[in-house]
């Protein structure tokens, strides 16, 4: 899939972040703003994690059909998963927390279907945490290409008969909520190596999925990034509890990744060796469409449980004016004449 700029046919990304529903929800808005202004069927590659995947997957498995975005939203404004998945896998012996939130994706949104029935979208990562090795683990299909997953170190395998549902499961396996998902040889043969894998939420590594939009194998032009993730919030209330330090700790350290990831798209695309980059974070007031939106927006949770009309409306309306204004003003070209 590409689009024609100027008579040159162009590949567009998008990166879907974590941040629970409430990303998955800001990323809704901004798929619709992107089918609004004809380029949602124009993307070439989507990179995904975590609330992003639970997103990106969703429509993807649809995107064939109209209706492919109201399902999404249907979803985020009607379902919780997150409490009966933890309690699920707690309470029965033969299943643990991961593969409940696994049959939870699969019973309201993908129906057991496998990695091959992307197959009809674009190229989608779905992408994970590798704890065996600390690198990203990514589950990918669709574009025309194999259907695979593994990473560089380890290797990578077919993988047209794995379920989207666990996968989606591994990318969205916020610790310490969820355990991480174990993936043993006979599923993975470069496990093999080391006993087995488990794989954690793709955060851990990035949370906005910009590592695969940055390979030269994807060769993209233009990236949007949509980051719904946490921003970082001063605290006026300091605290010397160890848990508490812990948390700001990580949370400090989340800040500091994200805005290496930004600083690396800018370096690549100055220094000609990648795509112009378009990002926005959930907290931005630059294009919001109401004053208000980008403070509203921020301090919604990051759970996994049903959103509000009034959050579903702010999060979808914040997402689509934000990459509406981005696109204006570093890439008009792509809004045709």
Not at 175 to 190: E, G
Request: a neutral charge.
């Amino acid at each position: 899939m590409s689009i024609q700029v100027k008579g040159v046919e162009k590949r567009i990304g998008l990166a879907l972040s974590g941040g629970g529903y409430r990303a998955a929800a800001f990323h809704l808005g901004v798929m619709q703003q992107l089918q609004a202004l004809g380029l949602l069927d124009k993307l070439d590659l989507l990179s995904c994690v975590s609330g992003g995947s639970i997103a990106g997957a969703t429509v993807a498995l649809n995107w064939g059909r109209a209706d492919k975005l109201d399902l999404l939203a249907q979803f985020l404004s009607t379902k919780s998963i997150a409490v009966s998945s933890v309690l699920g896998g707690v309470l029965d012996p033969f299943s643990s927390r991961i593969l409940k939130l696994a049959e939870s994706y699969d019973t309201h949104l993908y129906g057991k279907q496998k990695l091959s029935a992307l197959s009809g979208g674009p190229r989608i990562y779905l992408n994970a945490t590798n704890l065996a090795t600390g690198n990203l683990f990514f589950f990918v299909a669709g574009g025309g290409k194999p259907t695979e997953m593994g990473e560089h170190e380890m290797g990578v395998v077919m993988a047209d008969g794995f379920p989207i549902s666990q996968a989606v499961a591994a990318s969205s396996a916020f610790p310490p909520v969820f355990p991480p998902l174990r993936l043993d040889a006979n599923v993975y043969a470069p496990a093999a190596t080391t006993e087995y894998v488990t794989l954690s939420d793709g955060g851990v590594y990035d949370n906005m999925g910009v590592n695969p939009v940055l390979r030269d194998r994807n060769a993209l032009d233009y990236v949007i990034v949509s980051d719904g993730g946490k921003p970082f919030a001063i605290d006026n209330r300091p605290t010397e509890s160890g848990a508490i330090v812990l948390k700001e700790g990580l949370d400090i350290m989340m800040e500091q990744i994200r805005g290496l990831e930004f600083d690396r798209l800018q370096h690549r695309y100055l220094a000609g060796k990648g795509p112009k980059p378009m990002w926005f974070s959930i907290d931005s007031r630059i294009g919001e469409a109401q004053p208000g939106d980008a403070a509203f927006a921020s301090v919604i949770g990051t759970n996994l449980a049903k959103l509000s009309a009034e959050e579903m409306t702010v999060l979808t309306r914040h997402g689509g004016a934000l990459v509406k204004a981005r696109i204006s003003l570093y890439a008009p070209e792509l809004l045709g004449p």
